[in-house]
């Protein structure tokens, strides 16, 4: 006979006490975004990092005004631009090192070049000529990623097995507001956390994600909120304050690089121009909220720092610009070449060695581009090569 | 209809704007109809296809979800469990991937799981295929996935009057159709009637789009233009060919394609996703099943090539163009066919 078919002899035992598994206290974000420029805190800072800072901003800026040039002119295919957030772009490949990881998504562009690589193989994916234009491994930035939150787990993943490896590499890893409602962005920051993956997610709350406002996109407190359901520390900074970002993301590198975990990092910022150069932002937003985030913008804001501490005069200020102005000069001129095209590509990167079906299409191609070569020779791109 | 006078009048009507509208009279006429996805409210879609619906129908009805499509499709099946009637927009072929969980585990499943008593009677539509110099992601034909998923209709409209009469069908149906709309075709127009809009033969239907004799074309969405050019051109060589208009790729109308290849003895399947493992394989092998003794020469296939969706600059040379679907038609046997002296063909 079992306990509970014997009348009256029940008794219930007390459950183990329950315990809450972490303190979540810690790992809460600030109530407001954090901030440095302006406040008293800003004079501890490092003059020469936040000239570097500058210098960076400022290239950037111009970066994203000339691809945004180019795609009028049919020089790109498209171009999500990051004005208004360069301080996040910038600031997340200025907390790198050498041999950390960078995971950039489709707006990440700049960040991208920030870390080093060349302007023009940055673009490739967006000029049209092919889908990643640089060797992931040359400065350790992932493919641009288009489907949204997709490249979070394979942040988690890489900075896992480097850790297993015993390697010393963090993976940052950069995704949209929008971005954090899919599946993938859950199962990246649960998997970061169970595993104390060496990992920082860096969230852009642009306001949008094309024309959907962020209160249609979650009801949580804020997106650095969302870290502490994993068990991770949130932390909610000024995504224009380029300092602010700088500090932040270099405390989640060192808590990730000493052994501490991931750390899901909020910036606030906006999107000043429309999703992209095929958007139109009229639709679902007002001018009057783009210009007050215009009057926040993050190259005002470090300059009013630095003049205002004479860290940097007129002068320096124009060299910038002109550093700037050279770096678009060299964009544009090398954007205005037509990519050297070879339709045999095609072919070439599918498998680790041709099927023989892909043999036989490809020679087809070849064939059929020779037969269009024989009818109006050089018009047929990739001939050539 | 509302207010304003039936207005009988054909006018240029873009295929997109013919999509809306049927959303449109699909949610007047049914008030379980609501229309999901991502930027479909006051964007009206990246492709404004949705323009004007949350504003006519209210935010309830035509809904701005989180960004999610796995979340979207999940809902959607919720929601046709109580009995909603859900279309829901996946913004491009390849963002509905993270939805196929959802997809193939239940939508796909549901009526057989429960022996019909709990239908699934959700739409979806995916703008879908190439053409329009979109960067990596924006340009796949997936229709071979949903195809090898039984339990999902495979719906492709080619045309403005189909674009409407096929997805009122898609959305009247008690079964999940995936509603394939082909970007490319888009903006194309044709003379149309919103307010009276023709009947169309309903899903599941092929039609003949062009008779010919010689030698038919099999092809659905963007391709159908490239058949017509194709046949035009080809009137040049002396082909007359015929064209097939599948609209549908499940149900597939093997009634109306045999009877077309029966008369014609050849046949050339012709579409951008794949060639192997795509719909055409399919399709050849149907034919060949049912109509073997009458063919002339094998079945063909133009296909886009067998690799990932090519970057925008590399994209004209995987389309599937007048110019392939001319030389698969040139090698569809025509010597062995005057020494056997058959009078179909003639050339
Ligand atoms: C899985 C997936 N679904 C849909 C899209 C289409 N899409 C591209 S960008 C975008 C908005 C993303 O917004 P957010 O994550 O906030 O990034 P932002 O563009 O603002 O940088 C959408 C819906 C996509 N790229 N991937
Ligand atoms: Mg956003």
Redesign the pocket.
Known sequence: MTVLEQPGSYRPTPPPAWQPRTDPTPLLPDPEPFRLLGTDAAADLDPELLRRLYGQLVRGRRYNTQATALTRQGRLAVY?SSTGQEACEVAAALVLQEQDWLFP???DTLAAVARGLDPVQALTLLRGDWHTGYDPHEHRVAPLC?????QLPHAVGLAHAARLKGDDVVALAM??????S?GDFHEALNFAAVWQAPVVFLV???G???SVPLAKQTAAPSLAHKAVGYGMPGRLVDGNDAAAVHQVLSEAMRRARSGGGPTLVEAVTY?IEA?TNADDATRYRTDTEVEMWRAHDPIVLLERELTGRKLLDEAGMEAERQAAERMAADLRERMNQDPVLDPMDLFTHVYAEQTVQLREQADRLRAELAAAEELSPGHQEGTQR | MTAAAVDTARKPVSMAQALGRALRDAMADDPAVHVLG??VGALGGVFRVTDGLAKEFGEDRCTDTP?A?AGILGAAVGMAMYGLRPVVEM??DA?A??AFEQLISHVSRMRNRTRGAMPMPITVRVPYGGGIGGVE?HSDSSEAYYMATPGLHVVAPATVADAYGLLRAAIASDDPVIFLEPKRLYWSKADWSPDRPEQVPGIGSAVVRRAGTSATLITYGPSLPVCLEAAQAATAEGWDLEVVDLRSLVPFDEETVCASVRRTGRAVVVHESTGFGGPGGEIAARITERCFHHLEAPVLRVAGFDIPYPPPMLERHHLPGVDRVLDAVARLQWESEWTAGSERGTR
Do not use: C, K, M
């Open positions: 999500p998504s489709y707006r288009t489907p949204l939150a997709t995704v949209g507001d929008g971005g954090t899919e852009q709350n642009n949008f994600a094309i999107r999703h | 991502e930027d960004l499509e913004q491009f963002f991937y993270p992601h």
